[in-house]
């Protein structure tokens, strides 16, 4: 509805301080006069914006209650409208005095957006053909005493945005979709996973040791114990010991912290998704990967067909698989299986401007991995699975039997961006010793993001763990590929941000 046209001559706009008082002198208005809102702490609604406009020709003309922020307020005099912004989107109010209890509507008058008011009338159309509610009744259920960023600009700063992700939720609702869609993607998950005859279990946040990644902790101290403790870095360890147990199909969704660097794909801490599964090797592993995330993509967007960071993805099932070797290969023309020497894999890697992390001893596969680490990972744009990777990389997996070198290990690749990592699962305890011996030396060497030895998880895999197929995913890179999002951020509600007077 158009507003009324003011021949009044423009005032200045107040300043922030002065909106600030003046809200603050309205609520002590109310407070004085018994009316203070924060005293309210019910308000029976029955019905959304949404519903009222799906359903409206069966409600048009029938009382209902709404409730929800005001977010304008239009007209002069006698009559106003105003958009109430609920939990699933706007709709208009129109608030007439003749129709409302005077005293009501004059109190009304005063409301500022913002507010949160529950509101009494009944669906109608106006003679513009907008869906409203006629208010028979406003009350002020909660006083804003911020104003809200300003109406055409917005809260477009990204870093505040963040900061603030209540106000932005508030002035950008379309924001909430992104939200919309991770919480459908992780009932998703467990409803697939739980078909499938998994459990769902929980394990410890702290651990007395940090394991199952190659990643560098968060250290805290435990006061009654008086001893450090790691958040965990990984949920592997755990679950393995409950595979050993006999449990032979468990899953873990939660929080992991590593603390390392920030960027638009990485937070320091972040979600996952752990299973393991008896009997079971990548190959499985790999149908899972594969159909959990085409399965989510046709369920919750209704198409395989999604585009993230300026590519077309296509997800549907029959994902192309490649060894590591042959990725090299195609991709950076070395036959890393027609070397069989360290010196010359290295040599070979060389030639062709790869360069071994200082760490790294020149072994032919850590050769192989650097070659694909910096060559090949750039052209993997479509959903790809990289399969065998080199052992000194894969302190956690089964050896290849074709190729020791090699590991039954995958990731798997979406535009360039690595989504899920997975093995056939070491399970004999002597060979696990001595990989973990060996990381403990690249430790000593100054390397601090390789696994720590685990006494008791050796103990565990010594009372034998059955041939065991496992799997990492990260829930929030799967959601920015489901959603379109840029940055990490703007899948996780309240992300990691350095504090501002730093």
Known sequence: MAEEKNHQPQQPEPSLSELLKIRRDKLAQLQEAGEDPFQVTKFAWDATSQQIKDNFDAMEGKAVKVAGRL?????????????????????????????????????????????????????????????????????????????????????????LRYRQRYVDLIVNPEVKRNFTIRSRFIKHVRDFMDARGYIEVETPVLNTIAGGAAARPFITHHNTLDIDMYMRIATELPLKRLIVGGMDRVYEIGRIFRNEG?????????????????????????DIAEGVLSSAAKEILGTYEVEWLGEKIDLTPGWPRLTMVEAVKQYVGIDFGAITDDAEAVAAAKA?????????????????????????????????????????VSPLTKRSPQDPRLT????????????GNAYSELNDPIDQRQRFEKQMEQRERGDDETEMLDEDFLTAMEYGMPPTGGMGIGIDRCVMLLTGADSIRDVILFPTMKPTDR
């Open 71 to 159: 977010m304008s307020k239009r007209g002069m005099g006698k009559v106003s409208f105003c958009d109430l912004q609920d939990r699933d989107g706007r709709i208009q109010l129109y608030a007439r005095q003749d129709e409302m209890d005077e005293a009501a509507y004059k109190k009304f008058k005063k409301f500022d957006i913002g507010d949160i008011v529950g509101v009494e009338g009944e669906v109608f159309r106006t003679q513009r053909g907008e869906m409203s509610v006629r208010a028979r009744n406003i009350t002020l259920l909660s006083k804003s005493l911020l104003p809200l960023p300003e109406k055409f600009h917005g809260l477009q700063d990204k870093e």
């Open 262 to 286: 920030m960027d638009p794909k990485h937070n320091p801490e972040f979600t996952t998704i752990e299973l393991y599964e008896a009997y079971a090797d990548f190959h499985d592993m790999m």
């Open 352 to 392: 062709k401007g790869v360069e071994l992390a200082d760490a790294a001893e020149p072994t032919w596969g850590n050769a192989l991995y650097a070659c694909f680490d910096q060559r090949v990972e750039e052209h993997l744009i479509q959903p790809t699975f990289i399969t065998m990777y080199p052992v000194e």
């Open 408 to 419: 039954e290990r995958f990731e798997f690749f979406i535009n360039r961006s690595e989504f």
